[in-house]
């Protein structure tokens, strides 16, 4: 997963680049290289996927941002954001994928409509305070935030997202990192374990797969049933 995580970097990278090279004068490739950092991507690694991005490098393949969409029992429904430089593989690949544990995948639209795209700002909980985060966050237009493994979540619309994250910093708080999410308007709770083993099987092979950016869900498994699910996958892993 390591090297999956170097080459989406790569993806992102590169993407930002073609729009111009200088990280100084492209604040989403300035993005793109800090996050990459954060994630320990040598520097090798990033300046060759520049290199690509503006076209010095000819031996990049134009990469292209694809969503697939699917859909499951009780209208549960996920979001699959690809980078992809073949979507004659990728394509296959993500209907396999839906297939094989029980989901339908749909055409474009045909579930993103339940969710909406925003920003979203992470803060490392280790060295702020979570009731001063909460008093800064009513101090700007931010939507929502909440606290999660040890992180605190703020949820941003795409226009406001600027302002939000530059009042943080001038704060002089620290953003672990920001990106655009797929937020679902509702959520369905899973509390079927088959239907969650399924899920969360299905989650971890669209993880697995070199062109998955990431995920977005609409569905709620409880911290008591996922662990059982998780120690279910654990006993029954085969292990060379």
Do not use: C
């Not at 474009?108 to 700002?121: A, D, H, Q, T």
């Not at 935030?145 to 941003?156: A, H, L, P, Q, R």
């Amino acid at each position: 997963l390591r090297q999956k995580a170097f080459w989406i970097h790569a993806k992102l990278i590169a993407i930002a680049a073609g729009k111009w090279g200088d990280p100084d004068k492209n604040p989403s490739l300035y993005d793109a290289i800090e996050k990459a950092r954060k994630d320990n991507v040598p520097n090798d690694n990033i300046s060759r996927a520049i290199k690509k991005g503006t076209g010095e490098d000819k031996t990049w393949t134009q990469i292209d941002q694809i969503v697939y969409e699917g859909y499951g029992a009780g209208w549960t429904a996920v979001v699959v954001t690809t980078l992809t430089d073949n979507k004659n593989r990728t394509a296959p690949s993500m209907r396999h994928i839906f297939s094989k544990y029980g989901w339908n995948m749909g055409e474009p639209g045909s579930v993103s409509f339940i969710f909406e795209r925003k920003w979203m700002l992470v803060i490392d909980l280790e060295n702020n305070k979570k009731e001063d985060l909460e008093e800064m966050v009513f101090e700007t237009s931010a939507e929502d935030f909440f606290e999660e493994d040890g992180m605190f979540k703020i949820f941003t619309s795409l226009e406001d997202f600027t302002g939000v994250k530059n009042f943080f910093e001038w704060k002089k708080i620290n953003l672990e990192f920001a990106d655009i999410d797929y937020i679902p308007s509702n959520t369905v709770e899973v509390d079927d374990f088959d239907k969650a083993l399924k899920l969360t099987k299905m989650i971890e092979a669209f993880n697995e797969d070199e062109d998955v950016e990431k995920i977005s869900m609409n569905m709620n498994i409880s911290p008591e049933l996922q662990k059982e699910v998780d120690d279910f996958i654990e006993k029954n892993t085969f292990r060379t």
